[in-house]
């Protein structure tokens, strides 16, 4: 079957550095990206990694191991806006390649 | 920068109605897609399309149809409105196969009354 698992929620504190956790199994695999959902918005899109390794990309990391099923988002300096949901979504094979979302990581930033 | 356009922001629907979320995308894409979103159940695939006229279901479609007759726009039908098909829906789309980020559209709130 396909599934993508992570946190419902988590609270950090501004200035900090926190670690969303994401799972994933899928028929075939092309990609893991995570975005960036503010209530009420559209998610606006974060990263992509494909191949195992950390991607870097200012306070933003992003983390996969394919044989493990599993990516991480790593946020640094943590501010005030960072406040959102983070979704974590897999990418199938073959040639329509359709996404596959998990529920949503609901991060509360406390000063 | 890419632009999806989701035609209607909020709606208010009466059971039974026949609804249409039209939704365009200004940079040629191939791939379009139909999401809903709900509290707890995260963004799930409604419809996708690949190319003009061509339609596949995602994990949802009951209830649903979709409409591809030219590459920019991407239709969602509800034939008869449900109350359970309240819900926020996002339009997406994507460059080619591949292409690797997927843009959405700001969402279209939908209550069925």
């Known amino acids: 079957g396909q599934n993508i698992d992570q946190p419902t929620e988590m609270t950090a504190t501004e200035g900090a550095i926190v670690q969303i956790n994401c799972t994933y199994q899928?028929?075939?695999?092309?990609?893991l990206f995570w975005y960036q959902q503010h209530a009420g918005e559209a998610p606006t899109f974060l990263s992509y990694?494909?191949?195992?390794g950390l991607e870097e990309k200012g306070r933003f990391s992003s983390f996969l191991s394919r044989s493990k099923g599993y990516s991480y988002l790593l946020l640094k300096e943590l501010q005030m806006k960072d406040s959102a949901s983070y979704l974590c979504?897999?990418?199938?094979?073959?040639?329509?390649?359709?996404?596959?979302f998990g529920q949503g990581t609901t991060l509360q930033v406390k000063p | 920068d890419v632009k999806v356009t989701q035609s209607s922001r909020y709606l208010v629907k009466r059971t039974g109605e026949k609804v249409f979320l039209e939704c365009v995308q200004d940079?040629?894409?191939?791939?379009m897609f139909w999401y809903r979103q709900d509290p707890g159940l995260g963004l799930r695939l409604i419809y996708f399309?690949?190319?003009?006229?061509?339609?596949e279901k995602g994990d949802i479609p009951e209830g649903y149809s979709v409409s591809r007759e030219k590459k920019e726009r991407f239709s969602l039908i509800l034939e008869s409105a449900s109350t359970n098909q309240t819900s926020m829906y996002l339009c997406?789309?994507?460059?080619?196969?591949?292409?690797?980020?997927?843009?959405f559209g700001e969402g279209s709130w939908l209550t069925v009354v």
């Open positions: 899928t028929s075939g695999f092309n990609g």
């Open positions: 940079m040629d894409h191939e791939n």
């Open positions: 990694n494909v191949l195992d």
């Open positions: 399309s690949y190319d003009v006229k061509m339609k």
């Open positions: 997406a789309s994507r460059a080619g196969t591949s292409g690797n980020t997927i843009y």
């Open positions: 979504a897999a990418r199938s094979s073959g040639n329509t390649g359709k996404l596959i």
